[in-house]
């Protein structure tokens, strides 16, 4: 390991989590591992879920499909997001699964498999209240007119939930009426859709009728709720660690101050643990004289500004602190945990934001599932 800062994915929680989220649904799982699995790694994941009996993944970006790809060639793949306008020729050829969300769209895609003399698999997407991509449910005729479009198969169509992850499932609801709606004029106007799928983590969980055909297990894969109201029951373990070791340790006087801008003045003899790991490596910086880590199974308080490449601690209580401990950031140490959930109350944001925002430049290391081969 070149750096002393470091994120631990335990592969083995990985699998275990989703085998907890197959015990709530009948339906087909395919897991969303967009973002570099959310921060996790792409292709370890999705090799770990593969042995776990997953054959379909979502992604947001063609990228990261070919990406999947390269390393998966006969992997199902869909793009769930917007698609590149001008790669058509591309899905066609790499057999990657589209969102499709306006006839135009559609008409491109039928156009590249003609041209290449294949057929293109599209899902469809709907929106039944997310207000961002999709049909609407005025747009029936415009969906019938894709289903004619030749060298095309529809094989999925599909939304996402606003409030999926809320106890009152209200407008969750609301959205699934509507999306059955549609399904059902699109039906009668000949349309044969064999997969439906609506489901993330949270309706998994608590939404039983909306999980059809197949579901799309994201943040709970990697072991974090989907909300403080939802998934607490459920058992689910952090997948990543994020750590570091201590680069220097020094003691400051009353009145020294720590950091850019002088943010930190000492109120009394206060001993400081270094680490080099800062803002370029996804630790936030509004996080600066508020958030802790552990060190020695005991939090200790962030000091000073958090700097590109270095963070400081206030170790005072904590007795024989030395350069080389590990400190974490998220996770387990002794008796206490930092998960990225308590992170991101920290920040006023969610978890998914501080897994993702794990930079590339901090190392992965994988800890291979039990009885791997």
């Given at each position: 390991m070149v750096r002393?800062?470091?994120?631990?994915?335990n592969?083995q929680?990985?699998?275990?989590?989703?085998?907890?989220l197959q015990?709530?649904?009948?339906?087909?799982m395919?897991?969303?591992?967009k973002?570099d699995?959310?921060?996790?790694?792409?292709?370890?994941?999705?090799?770990?879920l593969?042995?776990c009996?997953a054959?379909?993944?979502?992604v947001?970006?063609?990228?990261?499909?070919l990406?999947l790809?390269a390393?998966?060639?006969k992997?199902?793949?869909?793009?769930?997001?917007?698609p590149?306008?001008d790669q058509w020729?591309t899905?066609v050829k790499?057999?990657?699964?589209p969102?499709?969300f306006?006839?135009?769209?559609?008409?491109?895609?039928?156009?590249?498999?003609?041209?290449?003399g294949?057929?293109?698999?599209l899902?469809?997407?709907i929106d039944t209240?997310m207000?961002?991509i999709?049909?609407r449910?005025?747009d029936?005729?415009?969906i019938?007119?894709?289903?004619?479009?030749?060298?095309?198969f529809i094989e999925?169509?599909f939304t996402?939930?606003?409030t999926?992850?809320?106890?009152d499932?209200t407008?969750?609801?609301?959205?699934?009426k509507r999306?059955?709606?549609?399904f059902?004029?699109l039906?009668k106007a000949?349309l044969?859709?064999?997969?439906?799928?609506?489901?993330n983590t949270?309706?998994i969980?608590q939404?039983?009728?909306?999980?059809f055909?197949?579901?799309r297990?994201?943040?709970g894969l990697?072991?974090l709720?989907p909300?403080?109201?939802?998934?607490?029951?459920?058992?689910l373990?952090?997948?990543?660690?994020?750590?570091?070791?201590?680069s220097?340790?020094?003691?400051?006087?009353?009145?020294?101050?720590v950091?850019y801008?002088r943010t930190?003045?000492?109120?009394?003899?206060?001993?400081?643990a270094t680490?080099?790991?800062g803002?370029?490596?996804?630790?936030?910086?509004?996080?600066?004289?508020y958030g802790e880590m552990l060190?020695?199974?005991?939090?200790s308080?962030?000091?000073g500004?958090i700097?590109m490449?270095?963070?400081?601690l206030?170790v005072t209580?904590?007795?024989?602190?030395?350069?080389?401990?590990?400190?974490?950031?998220?996770?387990k140490?002794?008796?206490?945990?930092?998960?990225?959930t308590?992170?991101?109350?920290?920040?006023?944001?969610?978890?998914?934001?501080?897994t993702?925002?794990?930079s590339?430049?901090?190392?992965?290391?994988?800890?291979?599932?039990i009885g791997?081969?």
């Amino acid at each position: 390991m070149v750096r002393q800062a470091w994120a631990e994915v335990n592969l083995q929680a990985l699998k275990d989590n989703y085998y907890k989220l197959q015990a709530y649904t009948q339906s087909e799982m395919m897991p969303i591992v967009k973002a570099d699995a959310y921060g996790h790694g792409i292709i370890p994941v999705v090799k770990t879920l593969m042995n776990c009996g997953a054959k379909r993944f979502g992604v947001a970006l063609l990228q990261e499909a070919l990406e999947l790809k390269a390393a998966f060639p006969k992997l199902d793949i869909m793009v769930i997001g917007a698609p590149e306008i001008d790669q058509w020729d591309t899905y066609v050829k790499e057999d990657i699964i589209p969102a499709i969300f306006n006839f135009s769209q559609a008409r491109a895609l039928s156009e590249a498999a003609v041209k290449l003399g294949r057929r293109a698999r599209l899902h469809l997407k709907i929106d039944t209240g997310m207000s961002r991509i999709g049909f609407r449910d005025t747009d029936v005729s415009e969906i019938v007119k894709i289903g004619s479009l030749p060298s095309l198969f529809i094989e999925g169509i599909f939304t996402h939930f606003a409030t999926a992850d809320q106890k009152d499932l209200t407008f969750a609801r609301q959205q699934l009426k509507r999306f059955e709606i549609l399904f059902e004029k699109l039906k009668k106007a000949g349309l044969k859709i064999p997969i439906r799928h609506a489901a993330n983590t949270a309706a998994i969980l608590q939404f039983p009728e909306a999980h059809f055909e197949l579901v799309r297990p994201g943040i709970g894969l990697y072991g974090l709720v989907p909300s403080s109201q939802v998934g607490a029951q459920v058992g689910l373990e952090p997948v990543m660690s994020w750590k570091a070791k201590v680069s220097h340790f020094k003691k400051i006087k009353t009145g020294e101050t720590v950091s850019y801008g002088r943010t930190f003045q000492a109120a009394y003899p206060t001993a400081v643990a270094t680490i080099p790991l800062g803002y370029a490596d996804g630790l936030r910086r509004a996080l600066s004289n508020y958030g802790e880590m552990l060190i020695h199974g005991r939090r200790s308080t962030m000091i000073g500004r958090i700097c590109m490449d270095q963070t400081m601690l206030d170790v005072t209580k904590i007795p024989g602190v030395k350069v080389g401990d590990v400190v974490t950031i998220l996770g387990k140490d002794g008796y206490e945990q930092i998960t990225a959930t308590e992170m991101a109350e920290w920040l006023g944001t969610i978890s998914y934001e501080i897994t993702c925002g794990i930079s590339q430049r901090v190392p992965r290391i994988y800890l291979e599932p039990i009885g791997n081969d």
